[in-house]
C-alpha cells in the first residue's frame, strides 16, 4: 500500500509557545489533499481556564479564503483576540444575532431610553423582519437594499428613511469590529436613497421658515391654554394640566425641548439672574415609571426669560411649592431656593458618584418640586397626554382666533424653532453663538437648522428690485 501523501504547505506563521508544552508551533495553511478541494487552516487556540490549549482545524473551499483565515488566525494570536471559529458557529450568526449585539452595545455605550425605543422599533419592524435569518458573513447590498424597499412603505419622511440606513451602517460598523464580518465586504455599497429637494444654500437639517411658528401664534396658542386649563376652566380633563399656558411661554420664549421643560422644579429658576437653569430632563421609556434623567448631550445651559415670565407666572409657582405664603417676598423666596440647593448639595458630596451635586441628586419623583405636574399624578405629564390636549387648544385656537390659528404642519416642539429665530435671533439681536448656547447646541448644528448661505443677500437683492 503506497504511503498516504503530505499535503502541501502553503504558509506557516511565526513560532509560538503559547498553550503550554515545550515544543513551539505555528499557524499553518495546507493545499488540499490528493482528490480533495478543501484547504485547511491549522493553529492552537484556547481550551479554557487553565487548560492546555486546544488544536483546530478550520477548513475554506478557496485559497483565497483560506489565507483569509490565516491571517485572522495570526492577528487574533498576536493581539489576544478570538481565533477565527469554525462555519458551523459563523451560521448561527445571524443579522437577528447582530441585532442583538447592536442593541447591547447601545446600552453599554449609555444611550437614552427614547433612542434605544426608536433603535428597537427599526429593528423589529424594518430589519429583522426581511433579513434576520441571514447570515451576517453572508450579508450583502441586495438584503440591504430589501430593507430599505420595505421601509419606504412605512417611512414616508427622508428623516426616518435616513436613520434606517444609519442603522444599518451602525450594524455593518459592528460586525466589523466583531469580526463577524470581513471588512473587505461592504454591505451597503451602493445603497443610496433618494435625496430631499433642497433650497441652495441650505442643509439637509434647514428648517424651513414656514415651520417656525410666528410670535403672534405662540402667544395666541398660551392665551388659549391658560384660558382651558386655568382655575376657571370647565373641561376636567384640560384643568389636570394647569400652567400650560406658561409651559408654551417657557418652550416659545426659551427654546427647551418637552423634556426639559417638564424637568425644571422650583430650585432650576434662578429669578435673582433672570434665567432658568437647565440640568435635566424628564425620560418615559415605553411600560415604565418616567425619571428625571441627564440633559440632552449632557450641556448645562442657562436660558433667560421675559421677568413677566418669570416673576408673574413663575414665581407664585415657585412660592407655593417651597411652602412659602402668597405675600412672600421676593427674597425670601430666593432664600429658600437657595437654601434647598444647598441642603442637596453636602447630600451629593456624600455619595460615592463624584459626579453628583444639587442639581442632579436624586430625589423620589413624588417628592421632587416639578413646576408642571399632571395633578392626578403629580409627576411631570407624558408626552401622549401633552401633545393631546396641545391640539385640544390648537382646535379652539383655530375655532375661536382664526386669525392666529396655529397652522397643523407646525407640531408643539417647533415653539424651539422660534424661540431660536424669532425671539433670540430677530427680536433679541443675539448672535447664533448666544443662540447655541441658550439651546444647549453645538454651533454648527444651530448653523444647519436656522442658517441659509446667501439668504441675506437675497434680501438684500430683492429691496434694491423693489424700487426700480
Known sequence: ????????????GKPRTMGGGGRPWRV?????????????????????????????????????????IFAQAEAALDTGRETPVGADVRATRTIRMLGEEYLRDSIERGKQPRTMEQRISRLNAHILPTIGDVPVTKWRVEHSRRVMEKGSKTLF??????????????????????GWLDRSIDPLDGLEISRATMHHGATAQYVDPRLRPETRQVKAMAAAADKLCGPEGTDPLMTRLPLFGTKIRVAGFGGLRLGEQNALRAID????????????????????????????????HEVPLPKSLMHVELLPRVK??????????????????????????????????????WWNYPVPPEDELWLFVDTVTGLPVKPEMHNERWHRIRAWVETNDPDNAWPRTIVYRNLRHHAATKWFHEELGEPWEVVAQYLGDKLTTVLNHYVRAGEDALRDSVSKLAGL
Open 28 to 68: 499553518r495553511l495546507y493545499a488540499p489533499e490528493h482528490g480533495g478541494t478543501k484547504y485547511q487552516v491549522m493553529f492552537r487556540a484556547p481550551a479554557g481556564a487553565g487548560e492546555p490549549w486546544k488544536r483546530v482545524l478550520r477548513r475554506a473551499s478557496s485559497e483565497s479564503e483560506a489565507r483569509k
Open 269 to 300: 429658576v434662578f429669578f435673582n439672574h433672570g434665567y432658568l437653569h437647565v440640568n435635566g430632563s424628564w425620560i418615559t421609556p415605553r411600560g415604565q415609571a418616567g425619571f428625571r434623567g441627564p440633559v440632552k448631550n449632557q450641556t448645562i
Open 1 to 12: 500500500m503506497a504511503p498516504r501523501k503530505k499535503p502541501t504547505l502553503l504558509a506557516q
Open 320 to 357: 407655593e411649592l417651597l411652602g412659602l405664603p402668597a405675600e412672600a417676598s421676593f427674597q425670601q423666596v430666593v432664600n429658600a431656593q437657595e437654601a434647598e440647593r444647598q441642603r442637596r448639595a453636602p447630600l451629593a458630596t456624600r455619595t460615592k458618584d463624584r459626579n453628583l451635586t
Open 157 to 178: 419622511s427622508q428623516r426616518g428613511r435616513e436613520d434606517l440606513r444609519g442603522q444599518l451602517a451602525a450594524m455593518r460598523k459592528l460586525a466589523w469590529r466583531l
